[in-house]
């Protein structure tokens, strides 16, 4: 199975700063997704980052706010832009294997985000 | 209305006890569907998939109705490790996967 790591696992940052969390994967993978978790929510798709070319975001979501980077099949980047109280979030990195029958979908560990 | 819509519970039940999951998905293009359980504070993690003729993982069941758009989880003998949070997946093309709210499940010793 696919092995994800994120960076940082927590952070807490000031409303109006921006922070970037990296999602590292340890085999090449096709699909790369972001989805944020509110506290006490389910999960919600922000985007699909694209190796080589623009994200794809979700209804809600726009590049200005959540820029990403795919520079190659393992990493990806997400910044949360000028942050408000709002943004306080888990941020999980996701992949999907498609060595595995049923396109299994994995999950990083998460970056818990406190927006003061 | 969401997409995938569970039961958000509490389910609090006994060690050694069944309890069933339910969820709907109202998007008649999801092609495939998963059970996911949640840890608190973890990452969610794959249970099992779920198929039409039903699967069965050791005290794990899963079932899919596309006629009725309904999936259920059965837990048999149920252990306190099973407490978490159990999330609904339905995956339309592209990788869209919805998630539904989660059930979560308290088991008493």
């Known amino acids: 199975s696919a092995v994800i790591s994120q960076k940082p696992s927590r952070d807490i940052c000031q409303r109006g700063t921006s922070l970037t969390i990296q999602c590292q994967v340890d085999?090449?993978?096709?699909?790369m997704f972001w989805y944020r978790q509110q506290p006490g929510q389910s999960l919600t798709l922000i985007a699909t980052?694209?190796?080589?070319?623009?994200?794809?975001?979700e209804s809600g979501f726009v590049i200005d706010k959540f820029p990403i980077s795919r520079p190659n099949l393992t990493f990806s980047t997400l910044t949360v832009s000028n942050m408000s109280p709002e943004d306080s979030s888990i941020y999980l990195c996701?992949?999907?294997?498609?060595?595995?029958?049923?396109?299994?979908?994995?999950f990083g560990p998460g970056t818990r985000l406190t927006v003061l | 209305r969401k997409e995938v819509e569970q039961d958000p519970g509490p389910f609090n039940v006994p060690e050694g006890a069944t309890v069933a999951f339910n969820c709907t998905y109202s998007?008649?293009?999801?092609?495939?569907f998963f059970w996911y359980r949640q840890d608190c504070r973890k990452e969610p993690k794959l249970l099992m998939s779920?198929?039409?003729s039903g699967n069965e993982d050791g005290r794990f069941t899963a079932q899919l109705n596309r006629a009725s758009q309904y999936i259920s989880l059965l837990i048999r003998d149920s252990k306190l490790s099973d407490s978490a949070t159990y999330l609904c997946?339905?995956?339309?093309?592209?990788?869209?996967?919805?998630f539904g709210a989660g059930t979560r499940l308290f088991v008493k010793a």
């Open positions: 980052a694209n190796q080589g070319s623009e994200a794809t975001y």
């Open positions: 996701s992949v999907v294997d498609s060595r595995t029958s049923t396109d299994t979908q994995y």
């Open positions: 998007n008649s293009a999801s092609q495939s």
């Open positions: 085999s090449q993978v096709t699909m």
């Open positions: 779920v198929y039409s």
């Open positions: 997946v339905a995956r339309r093309g592209g990788f869209k996967t919805i």
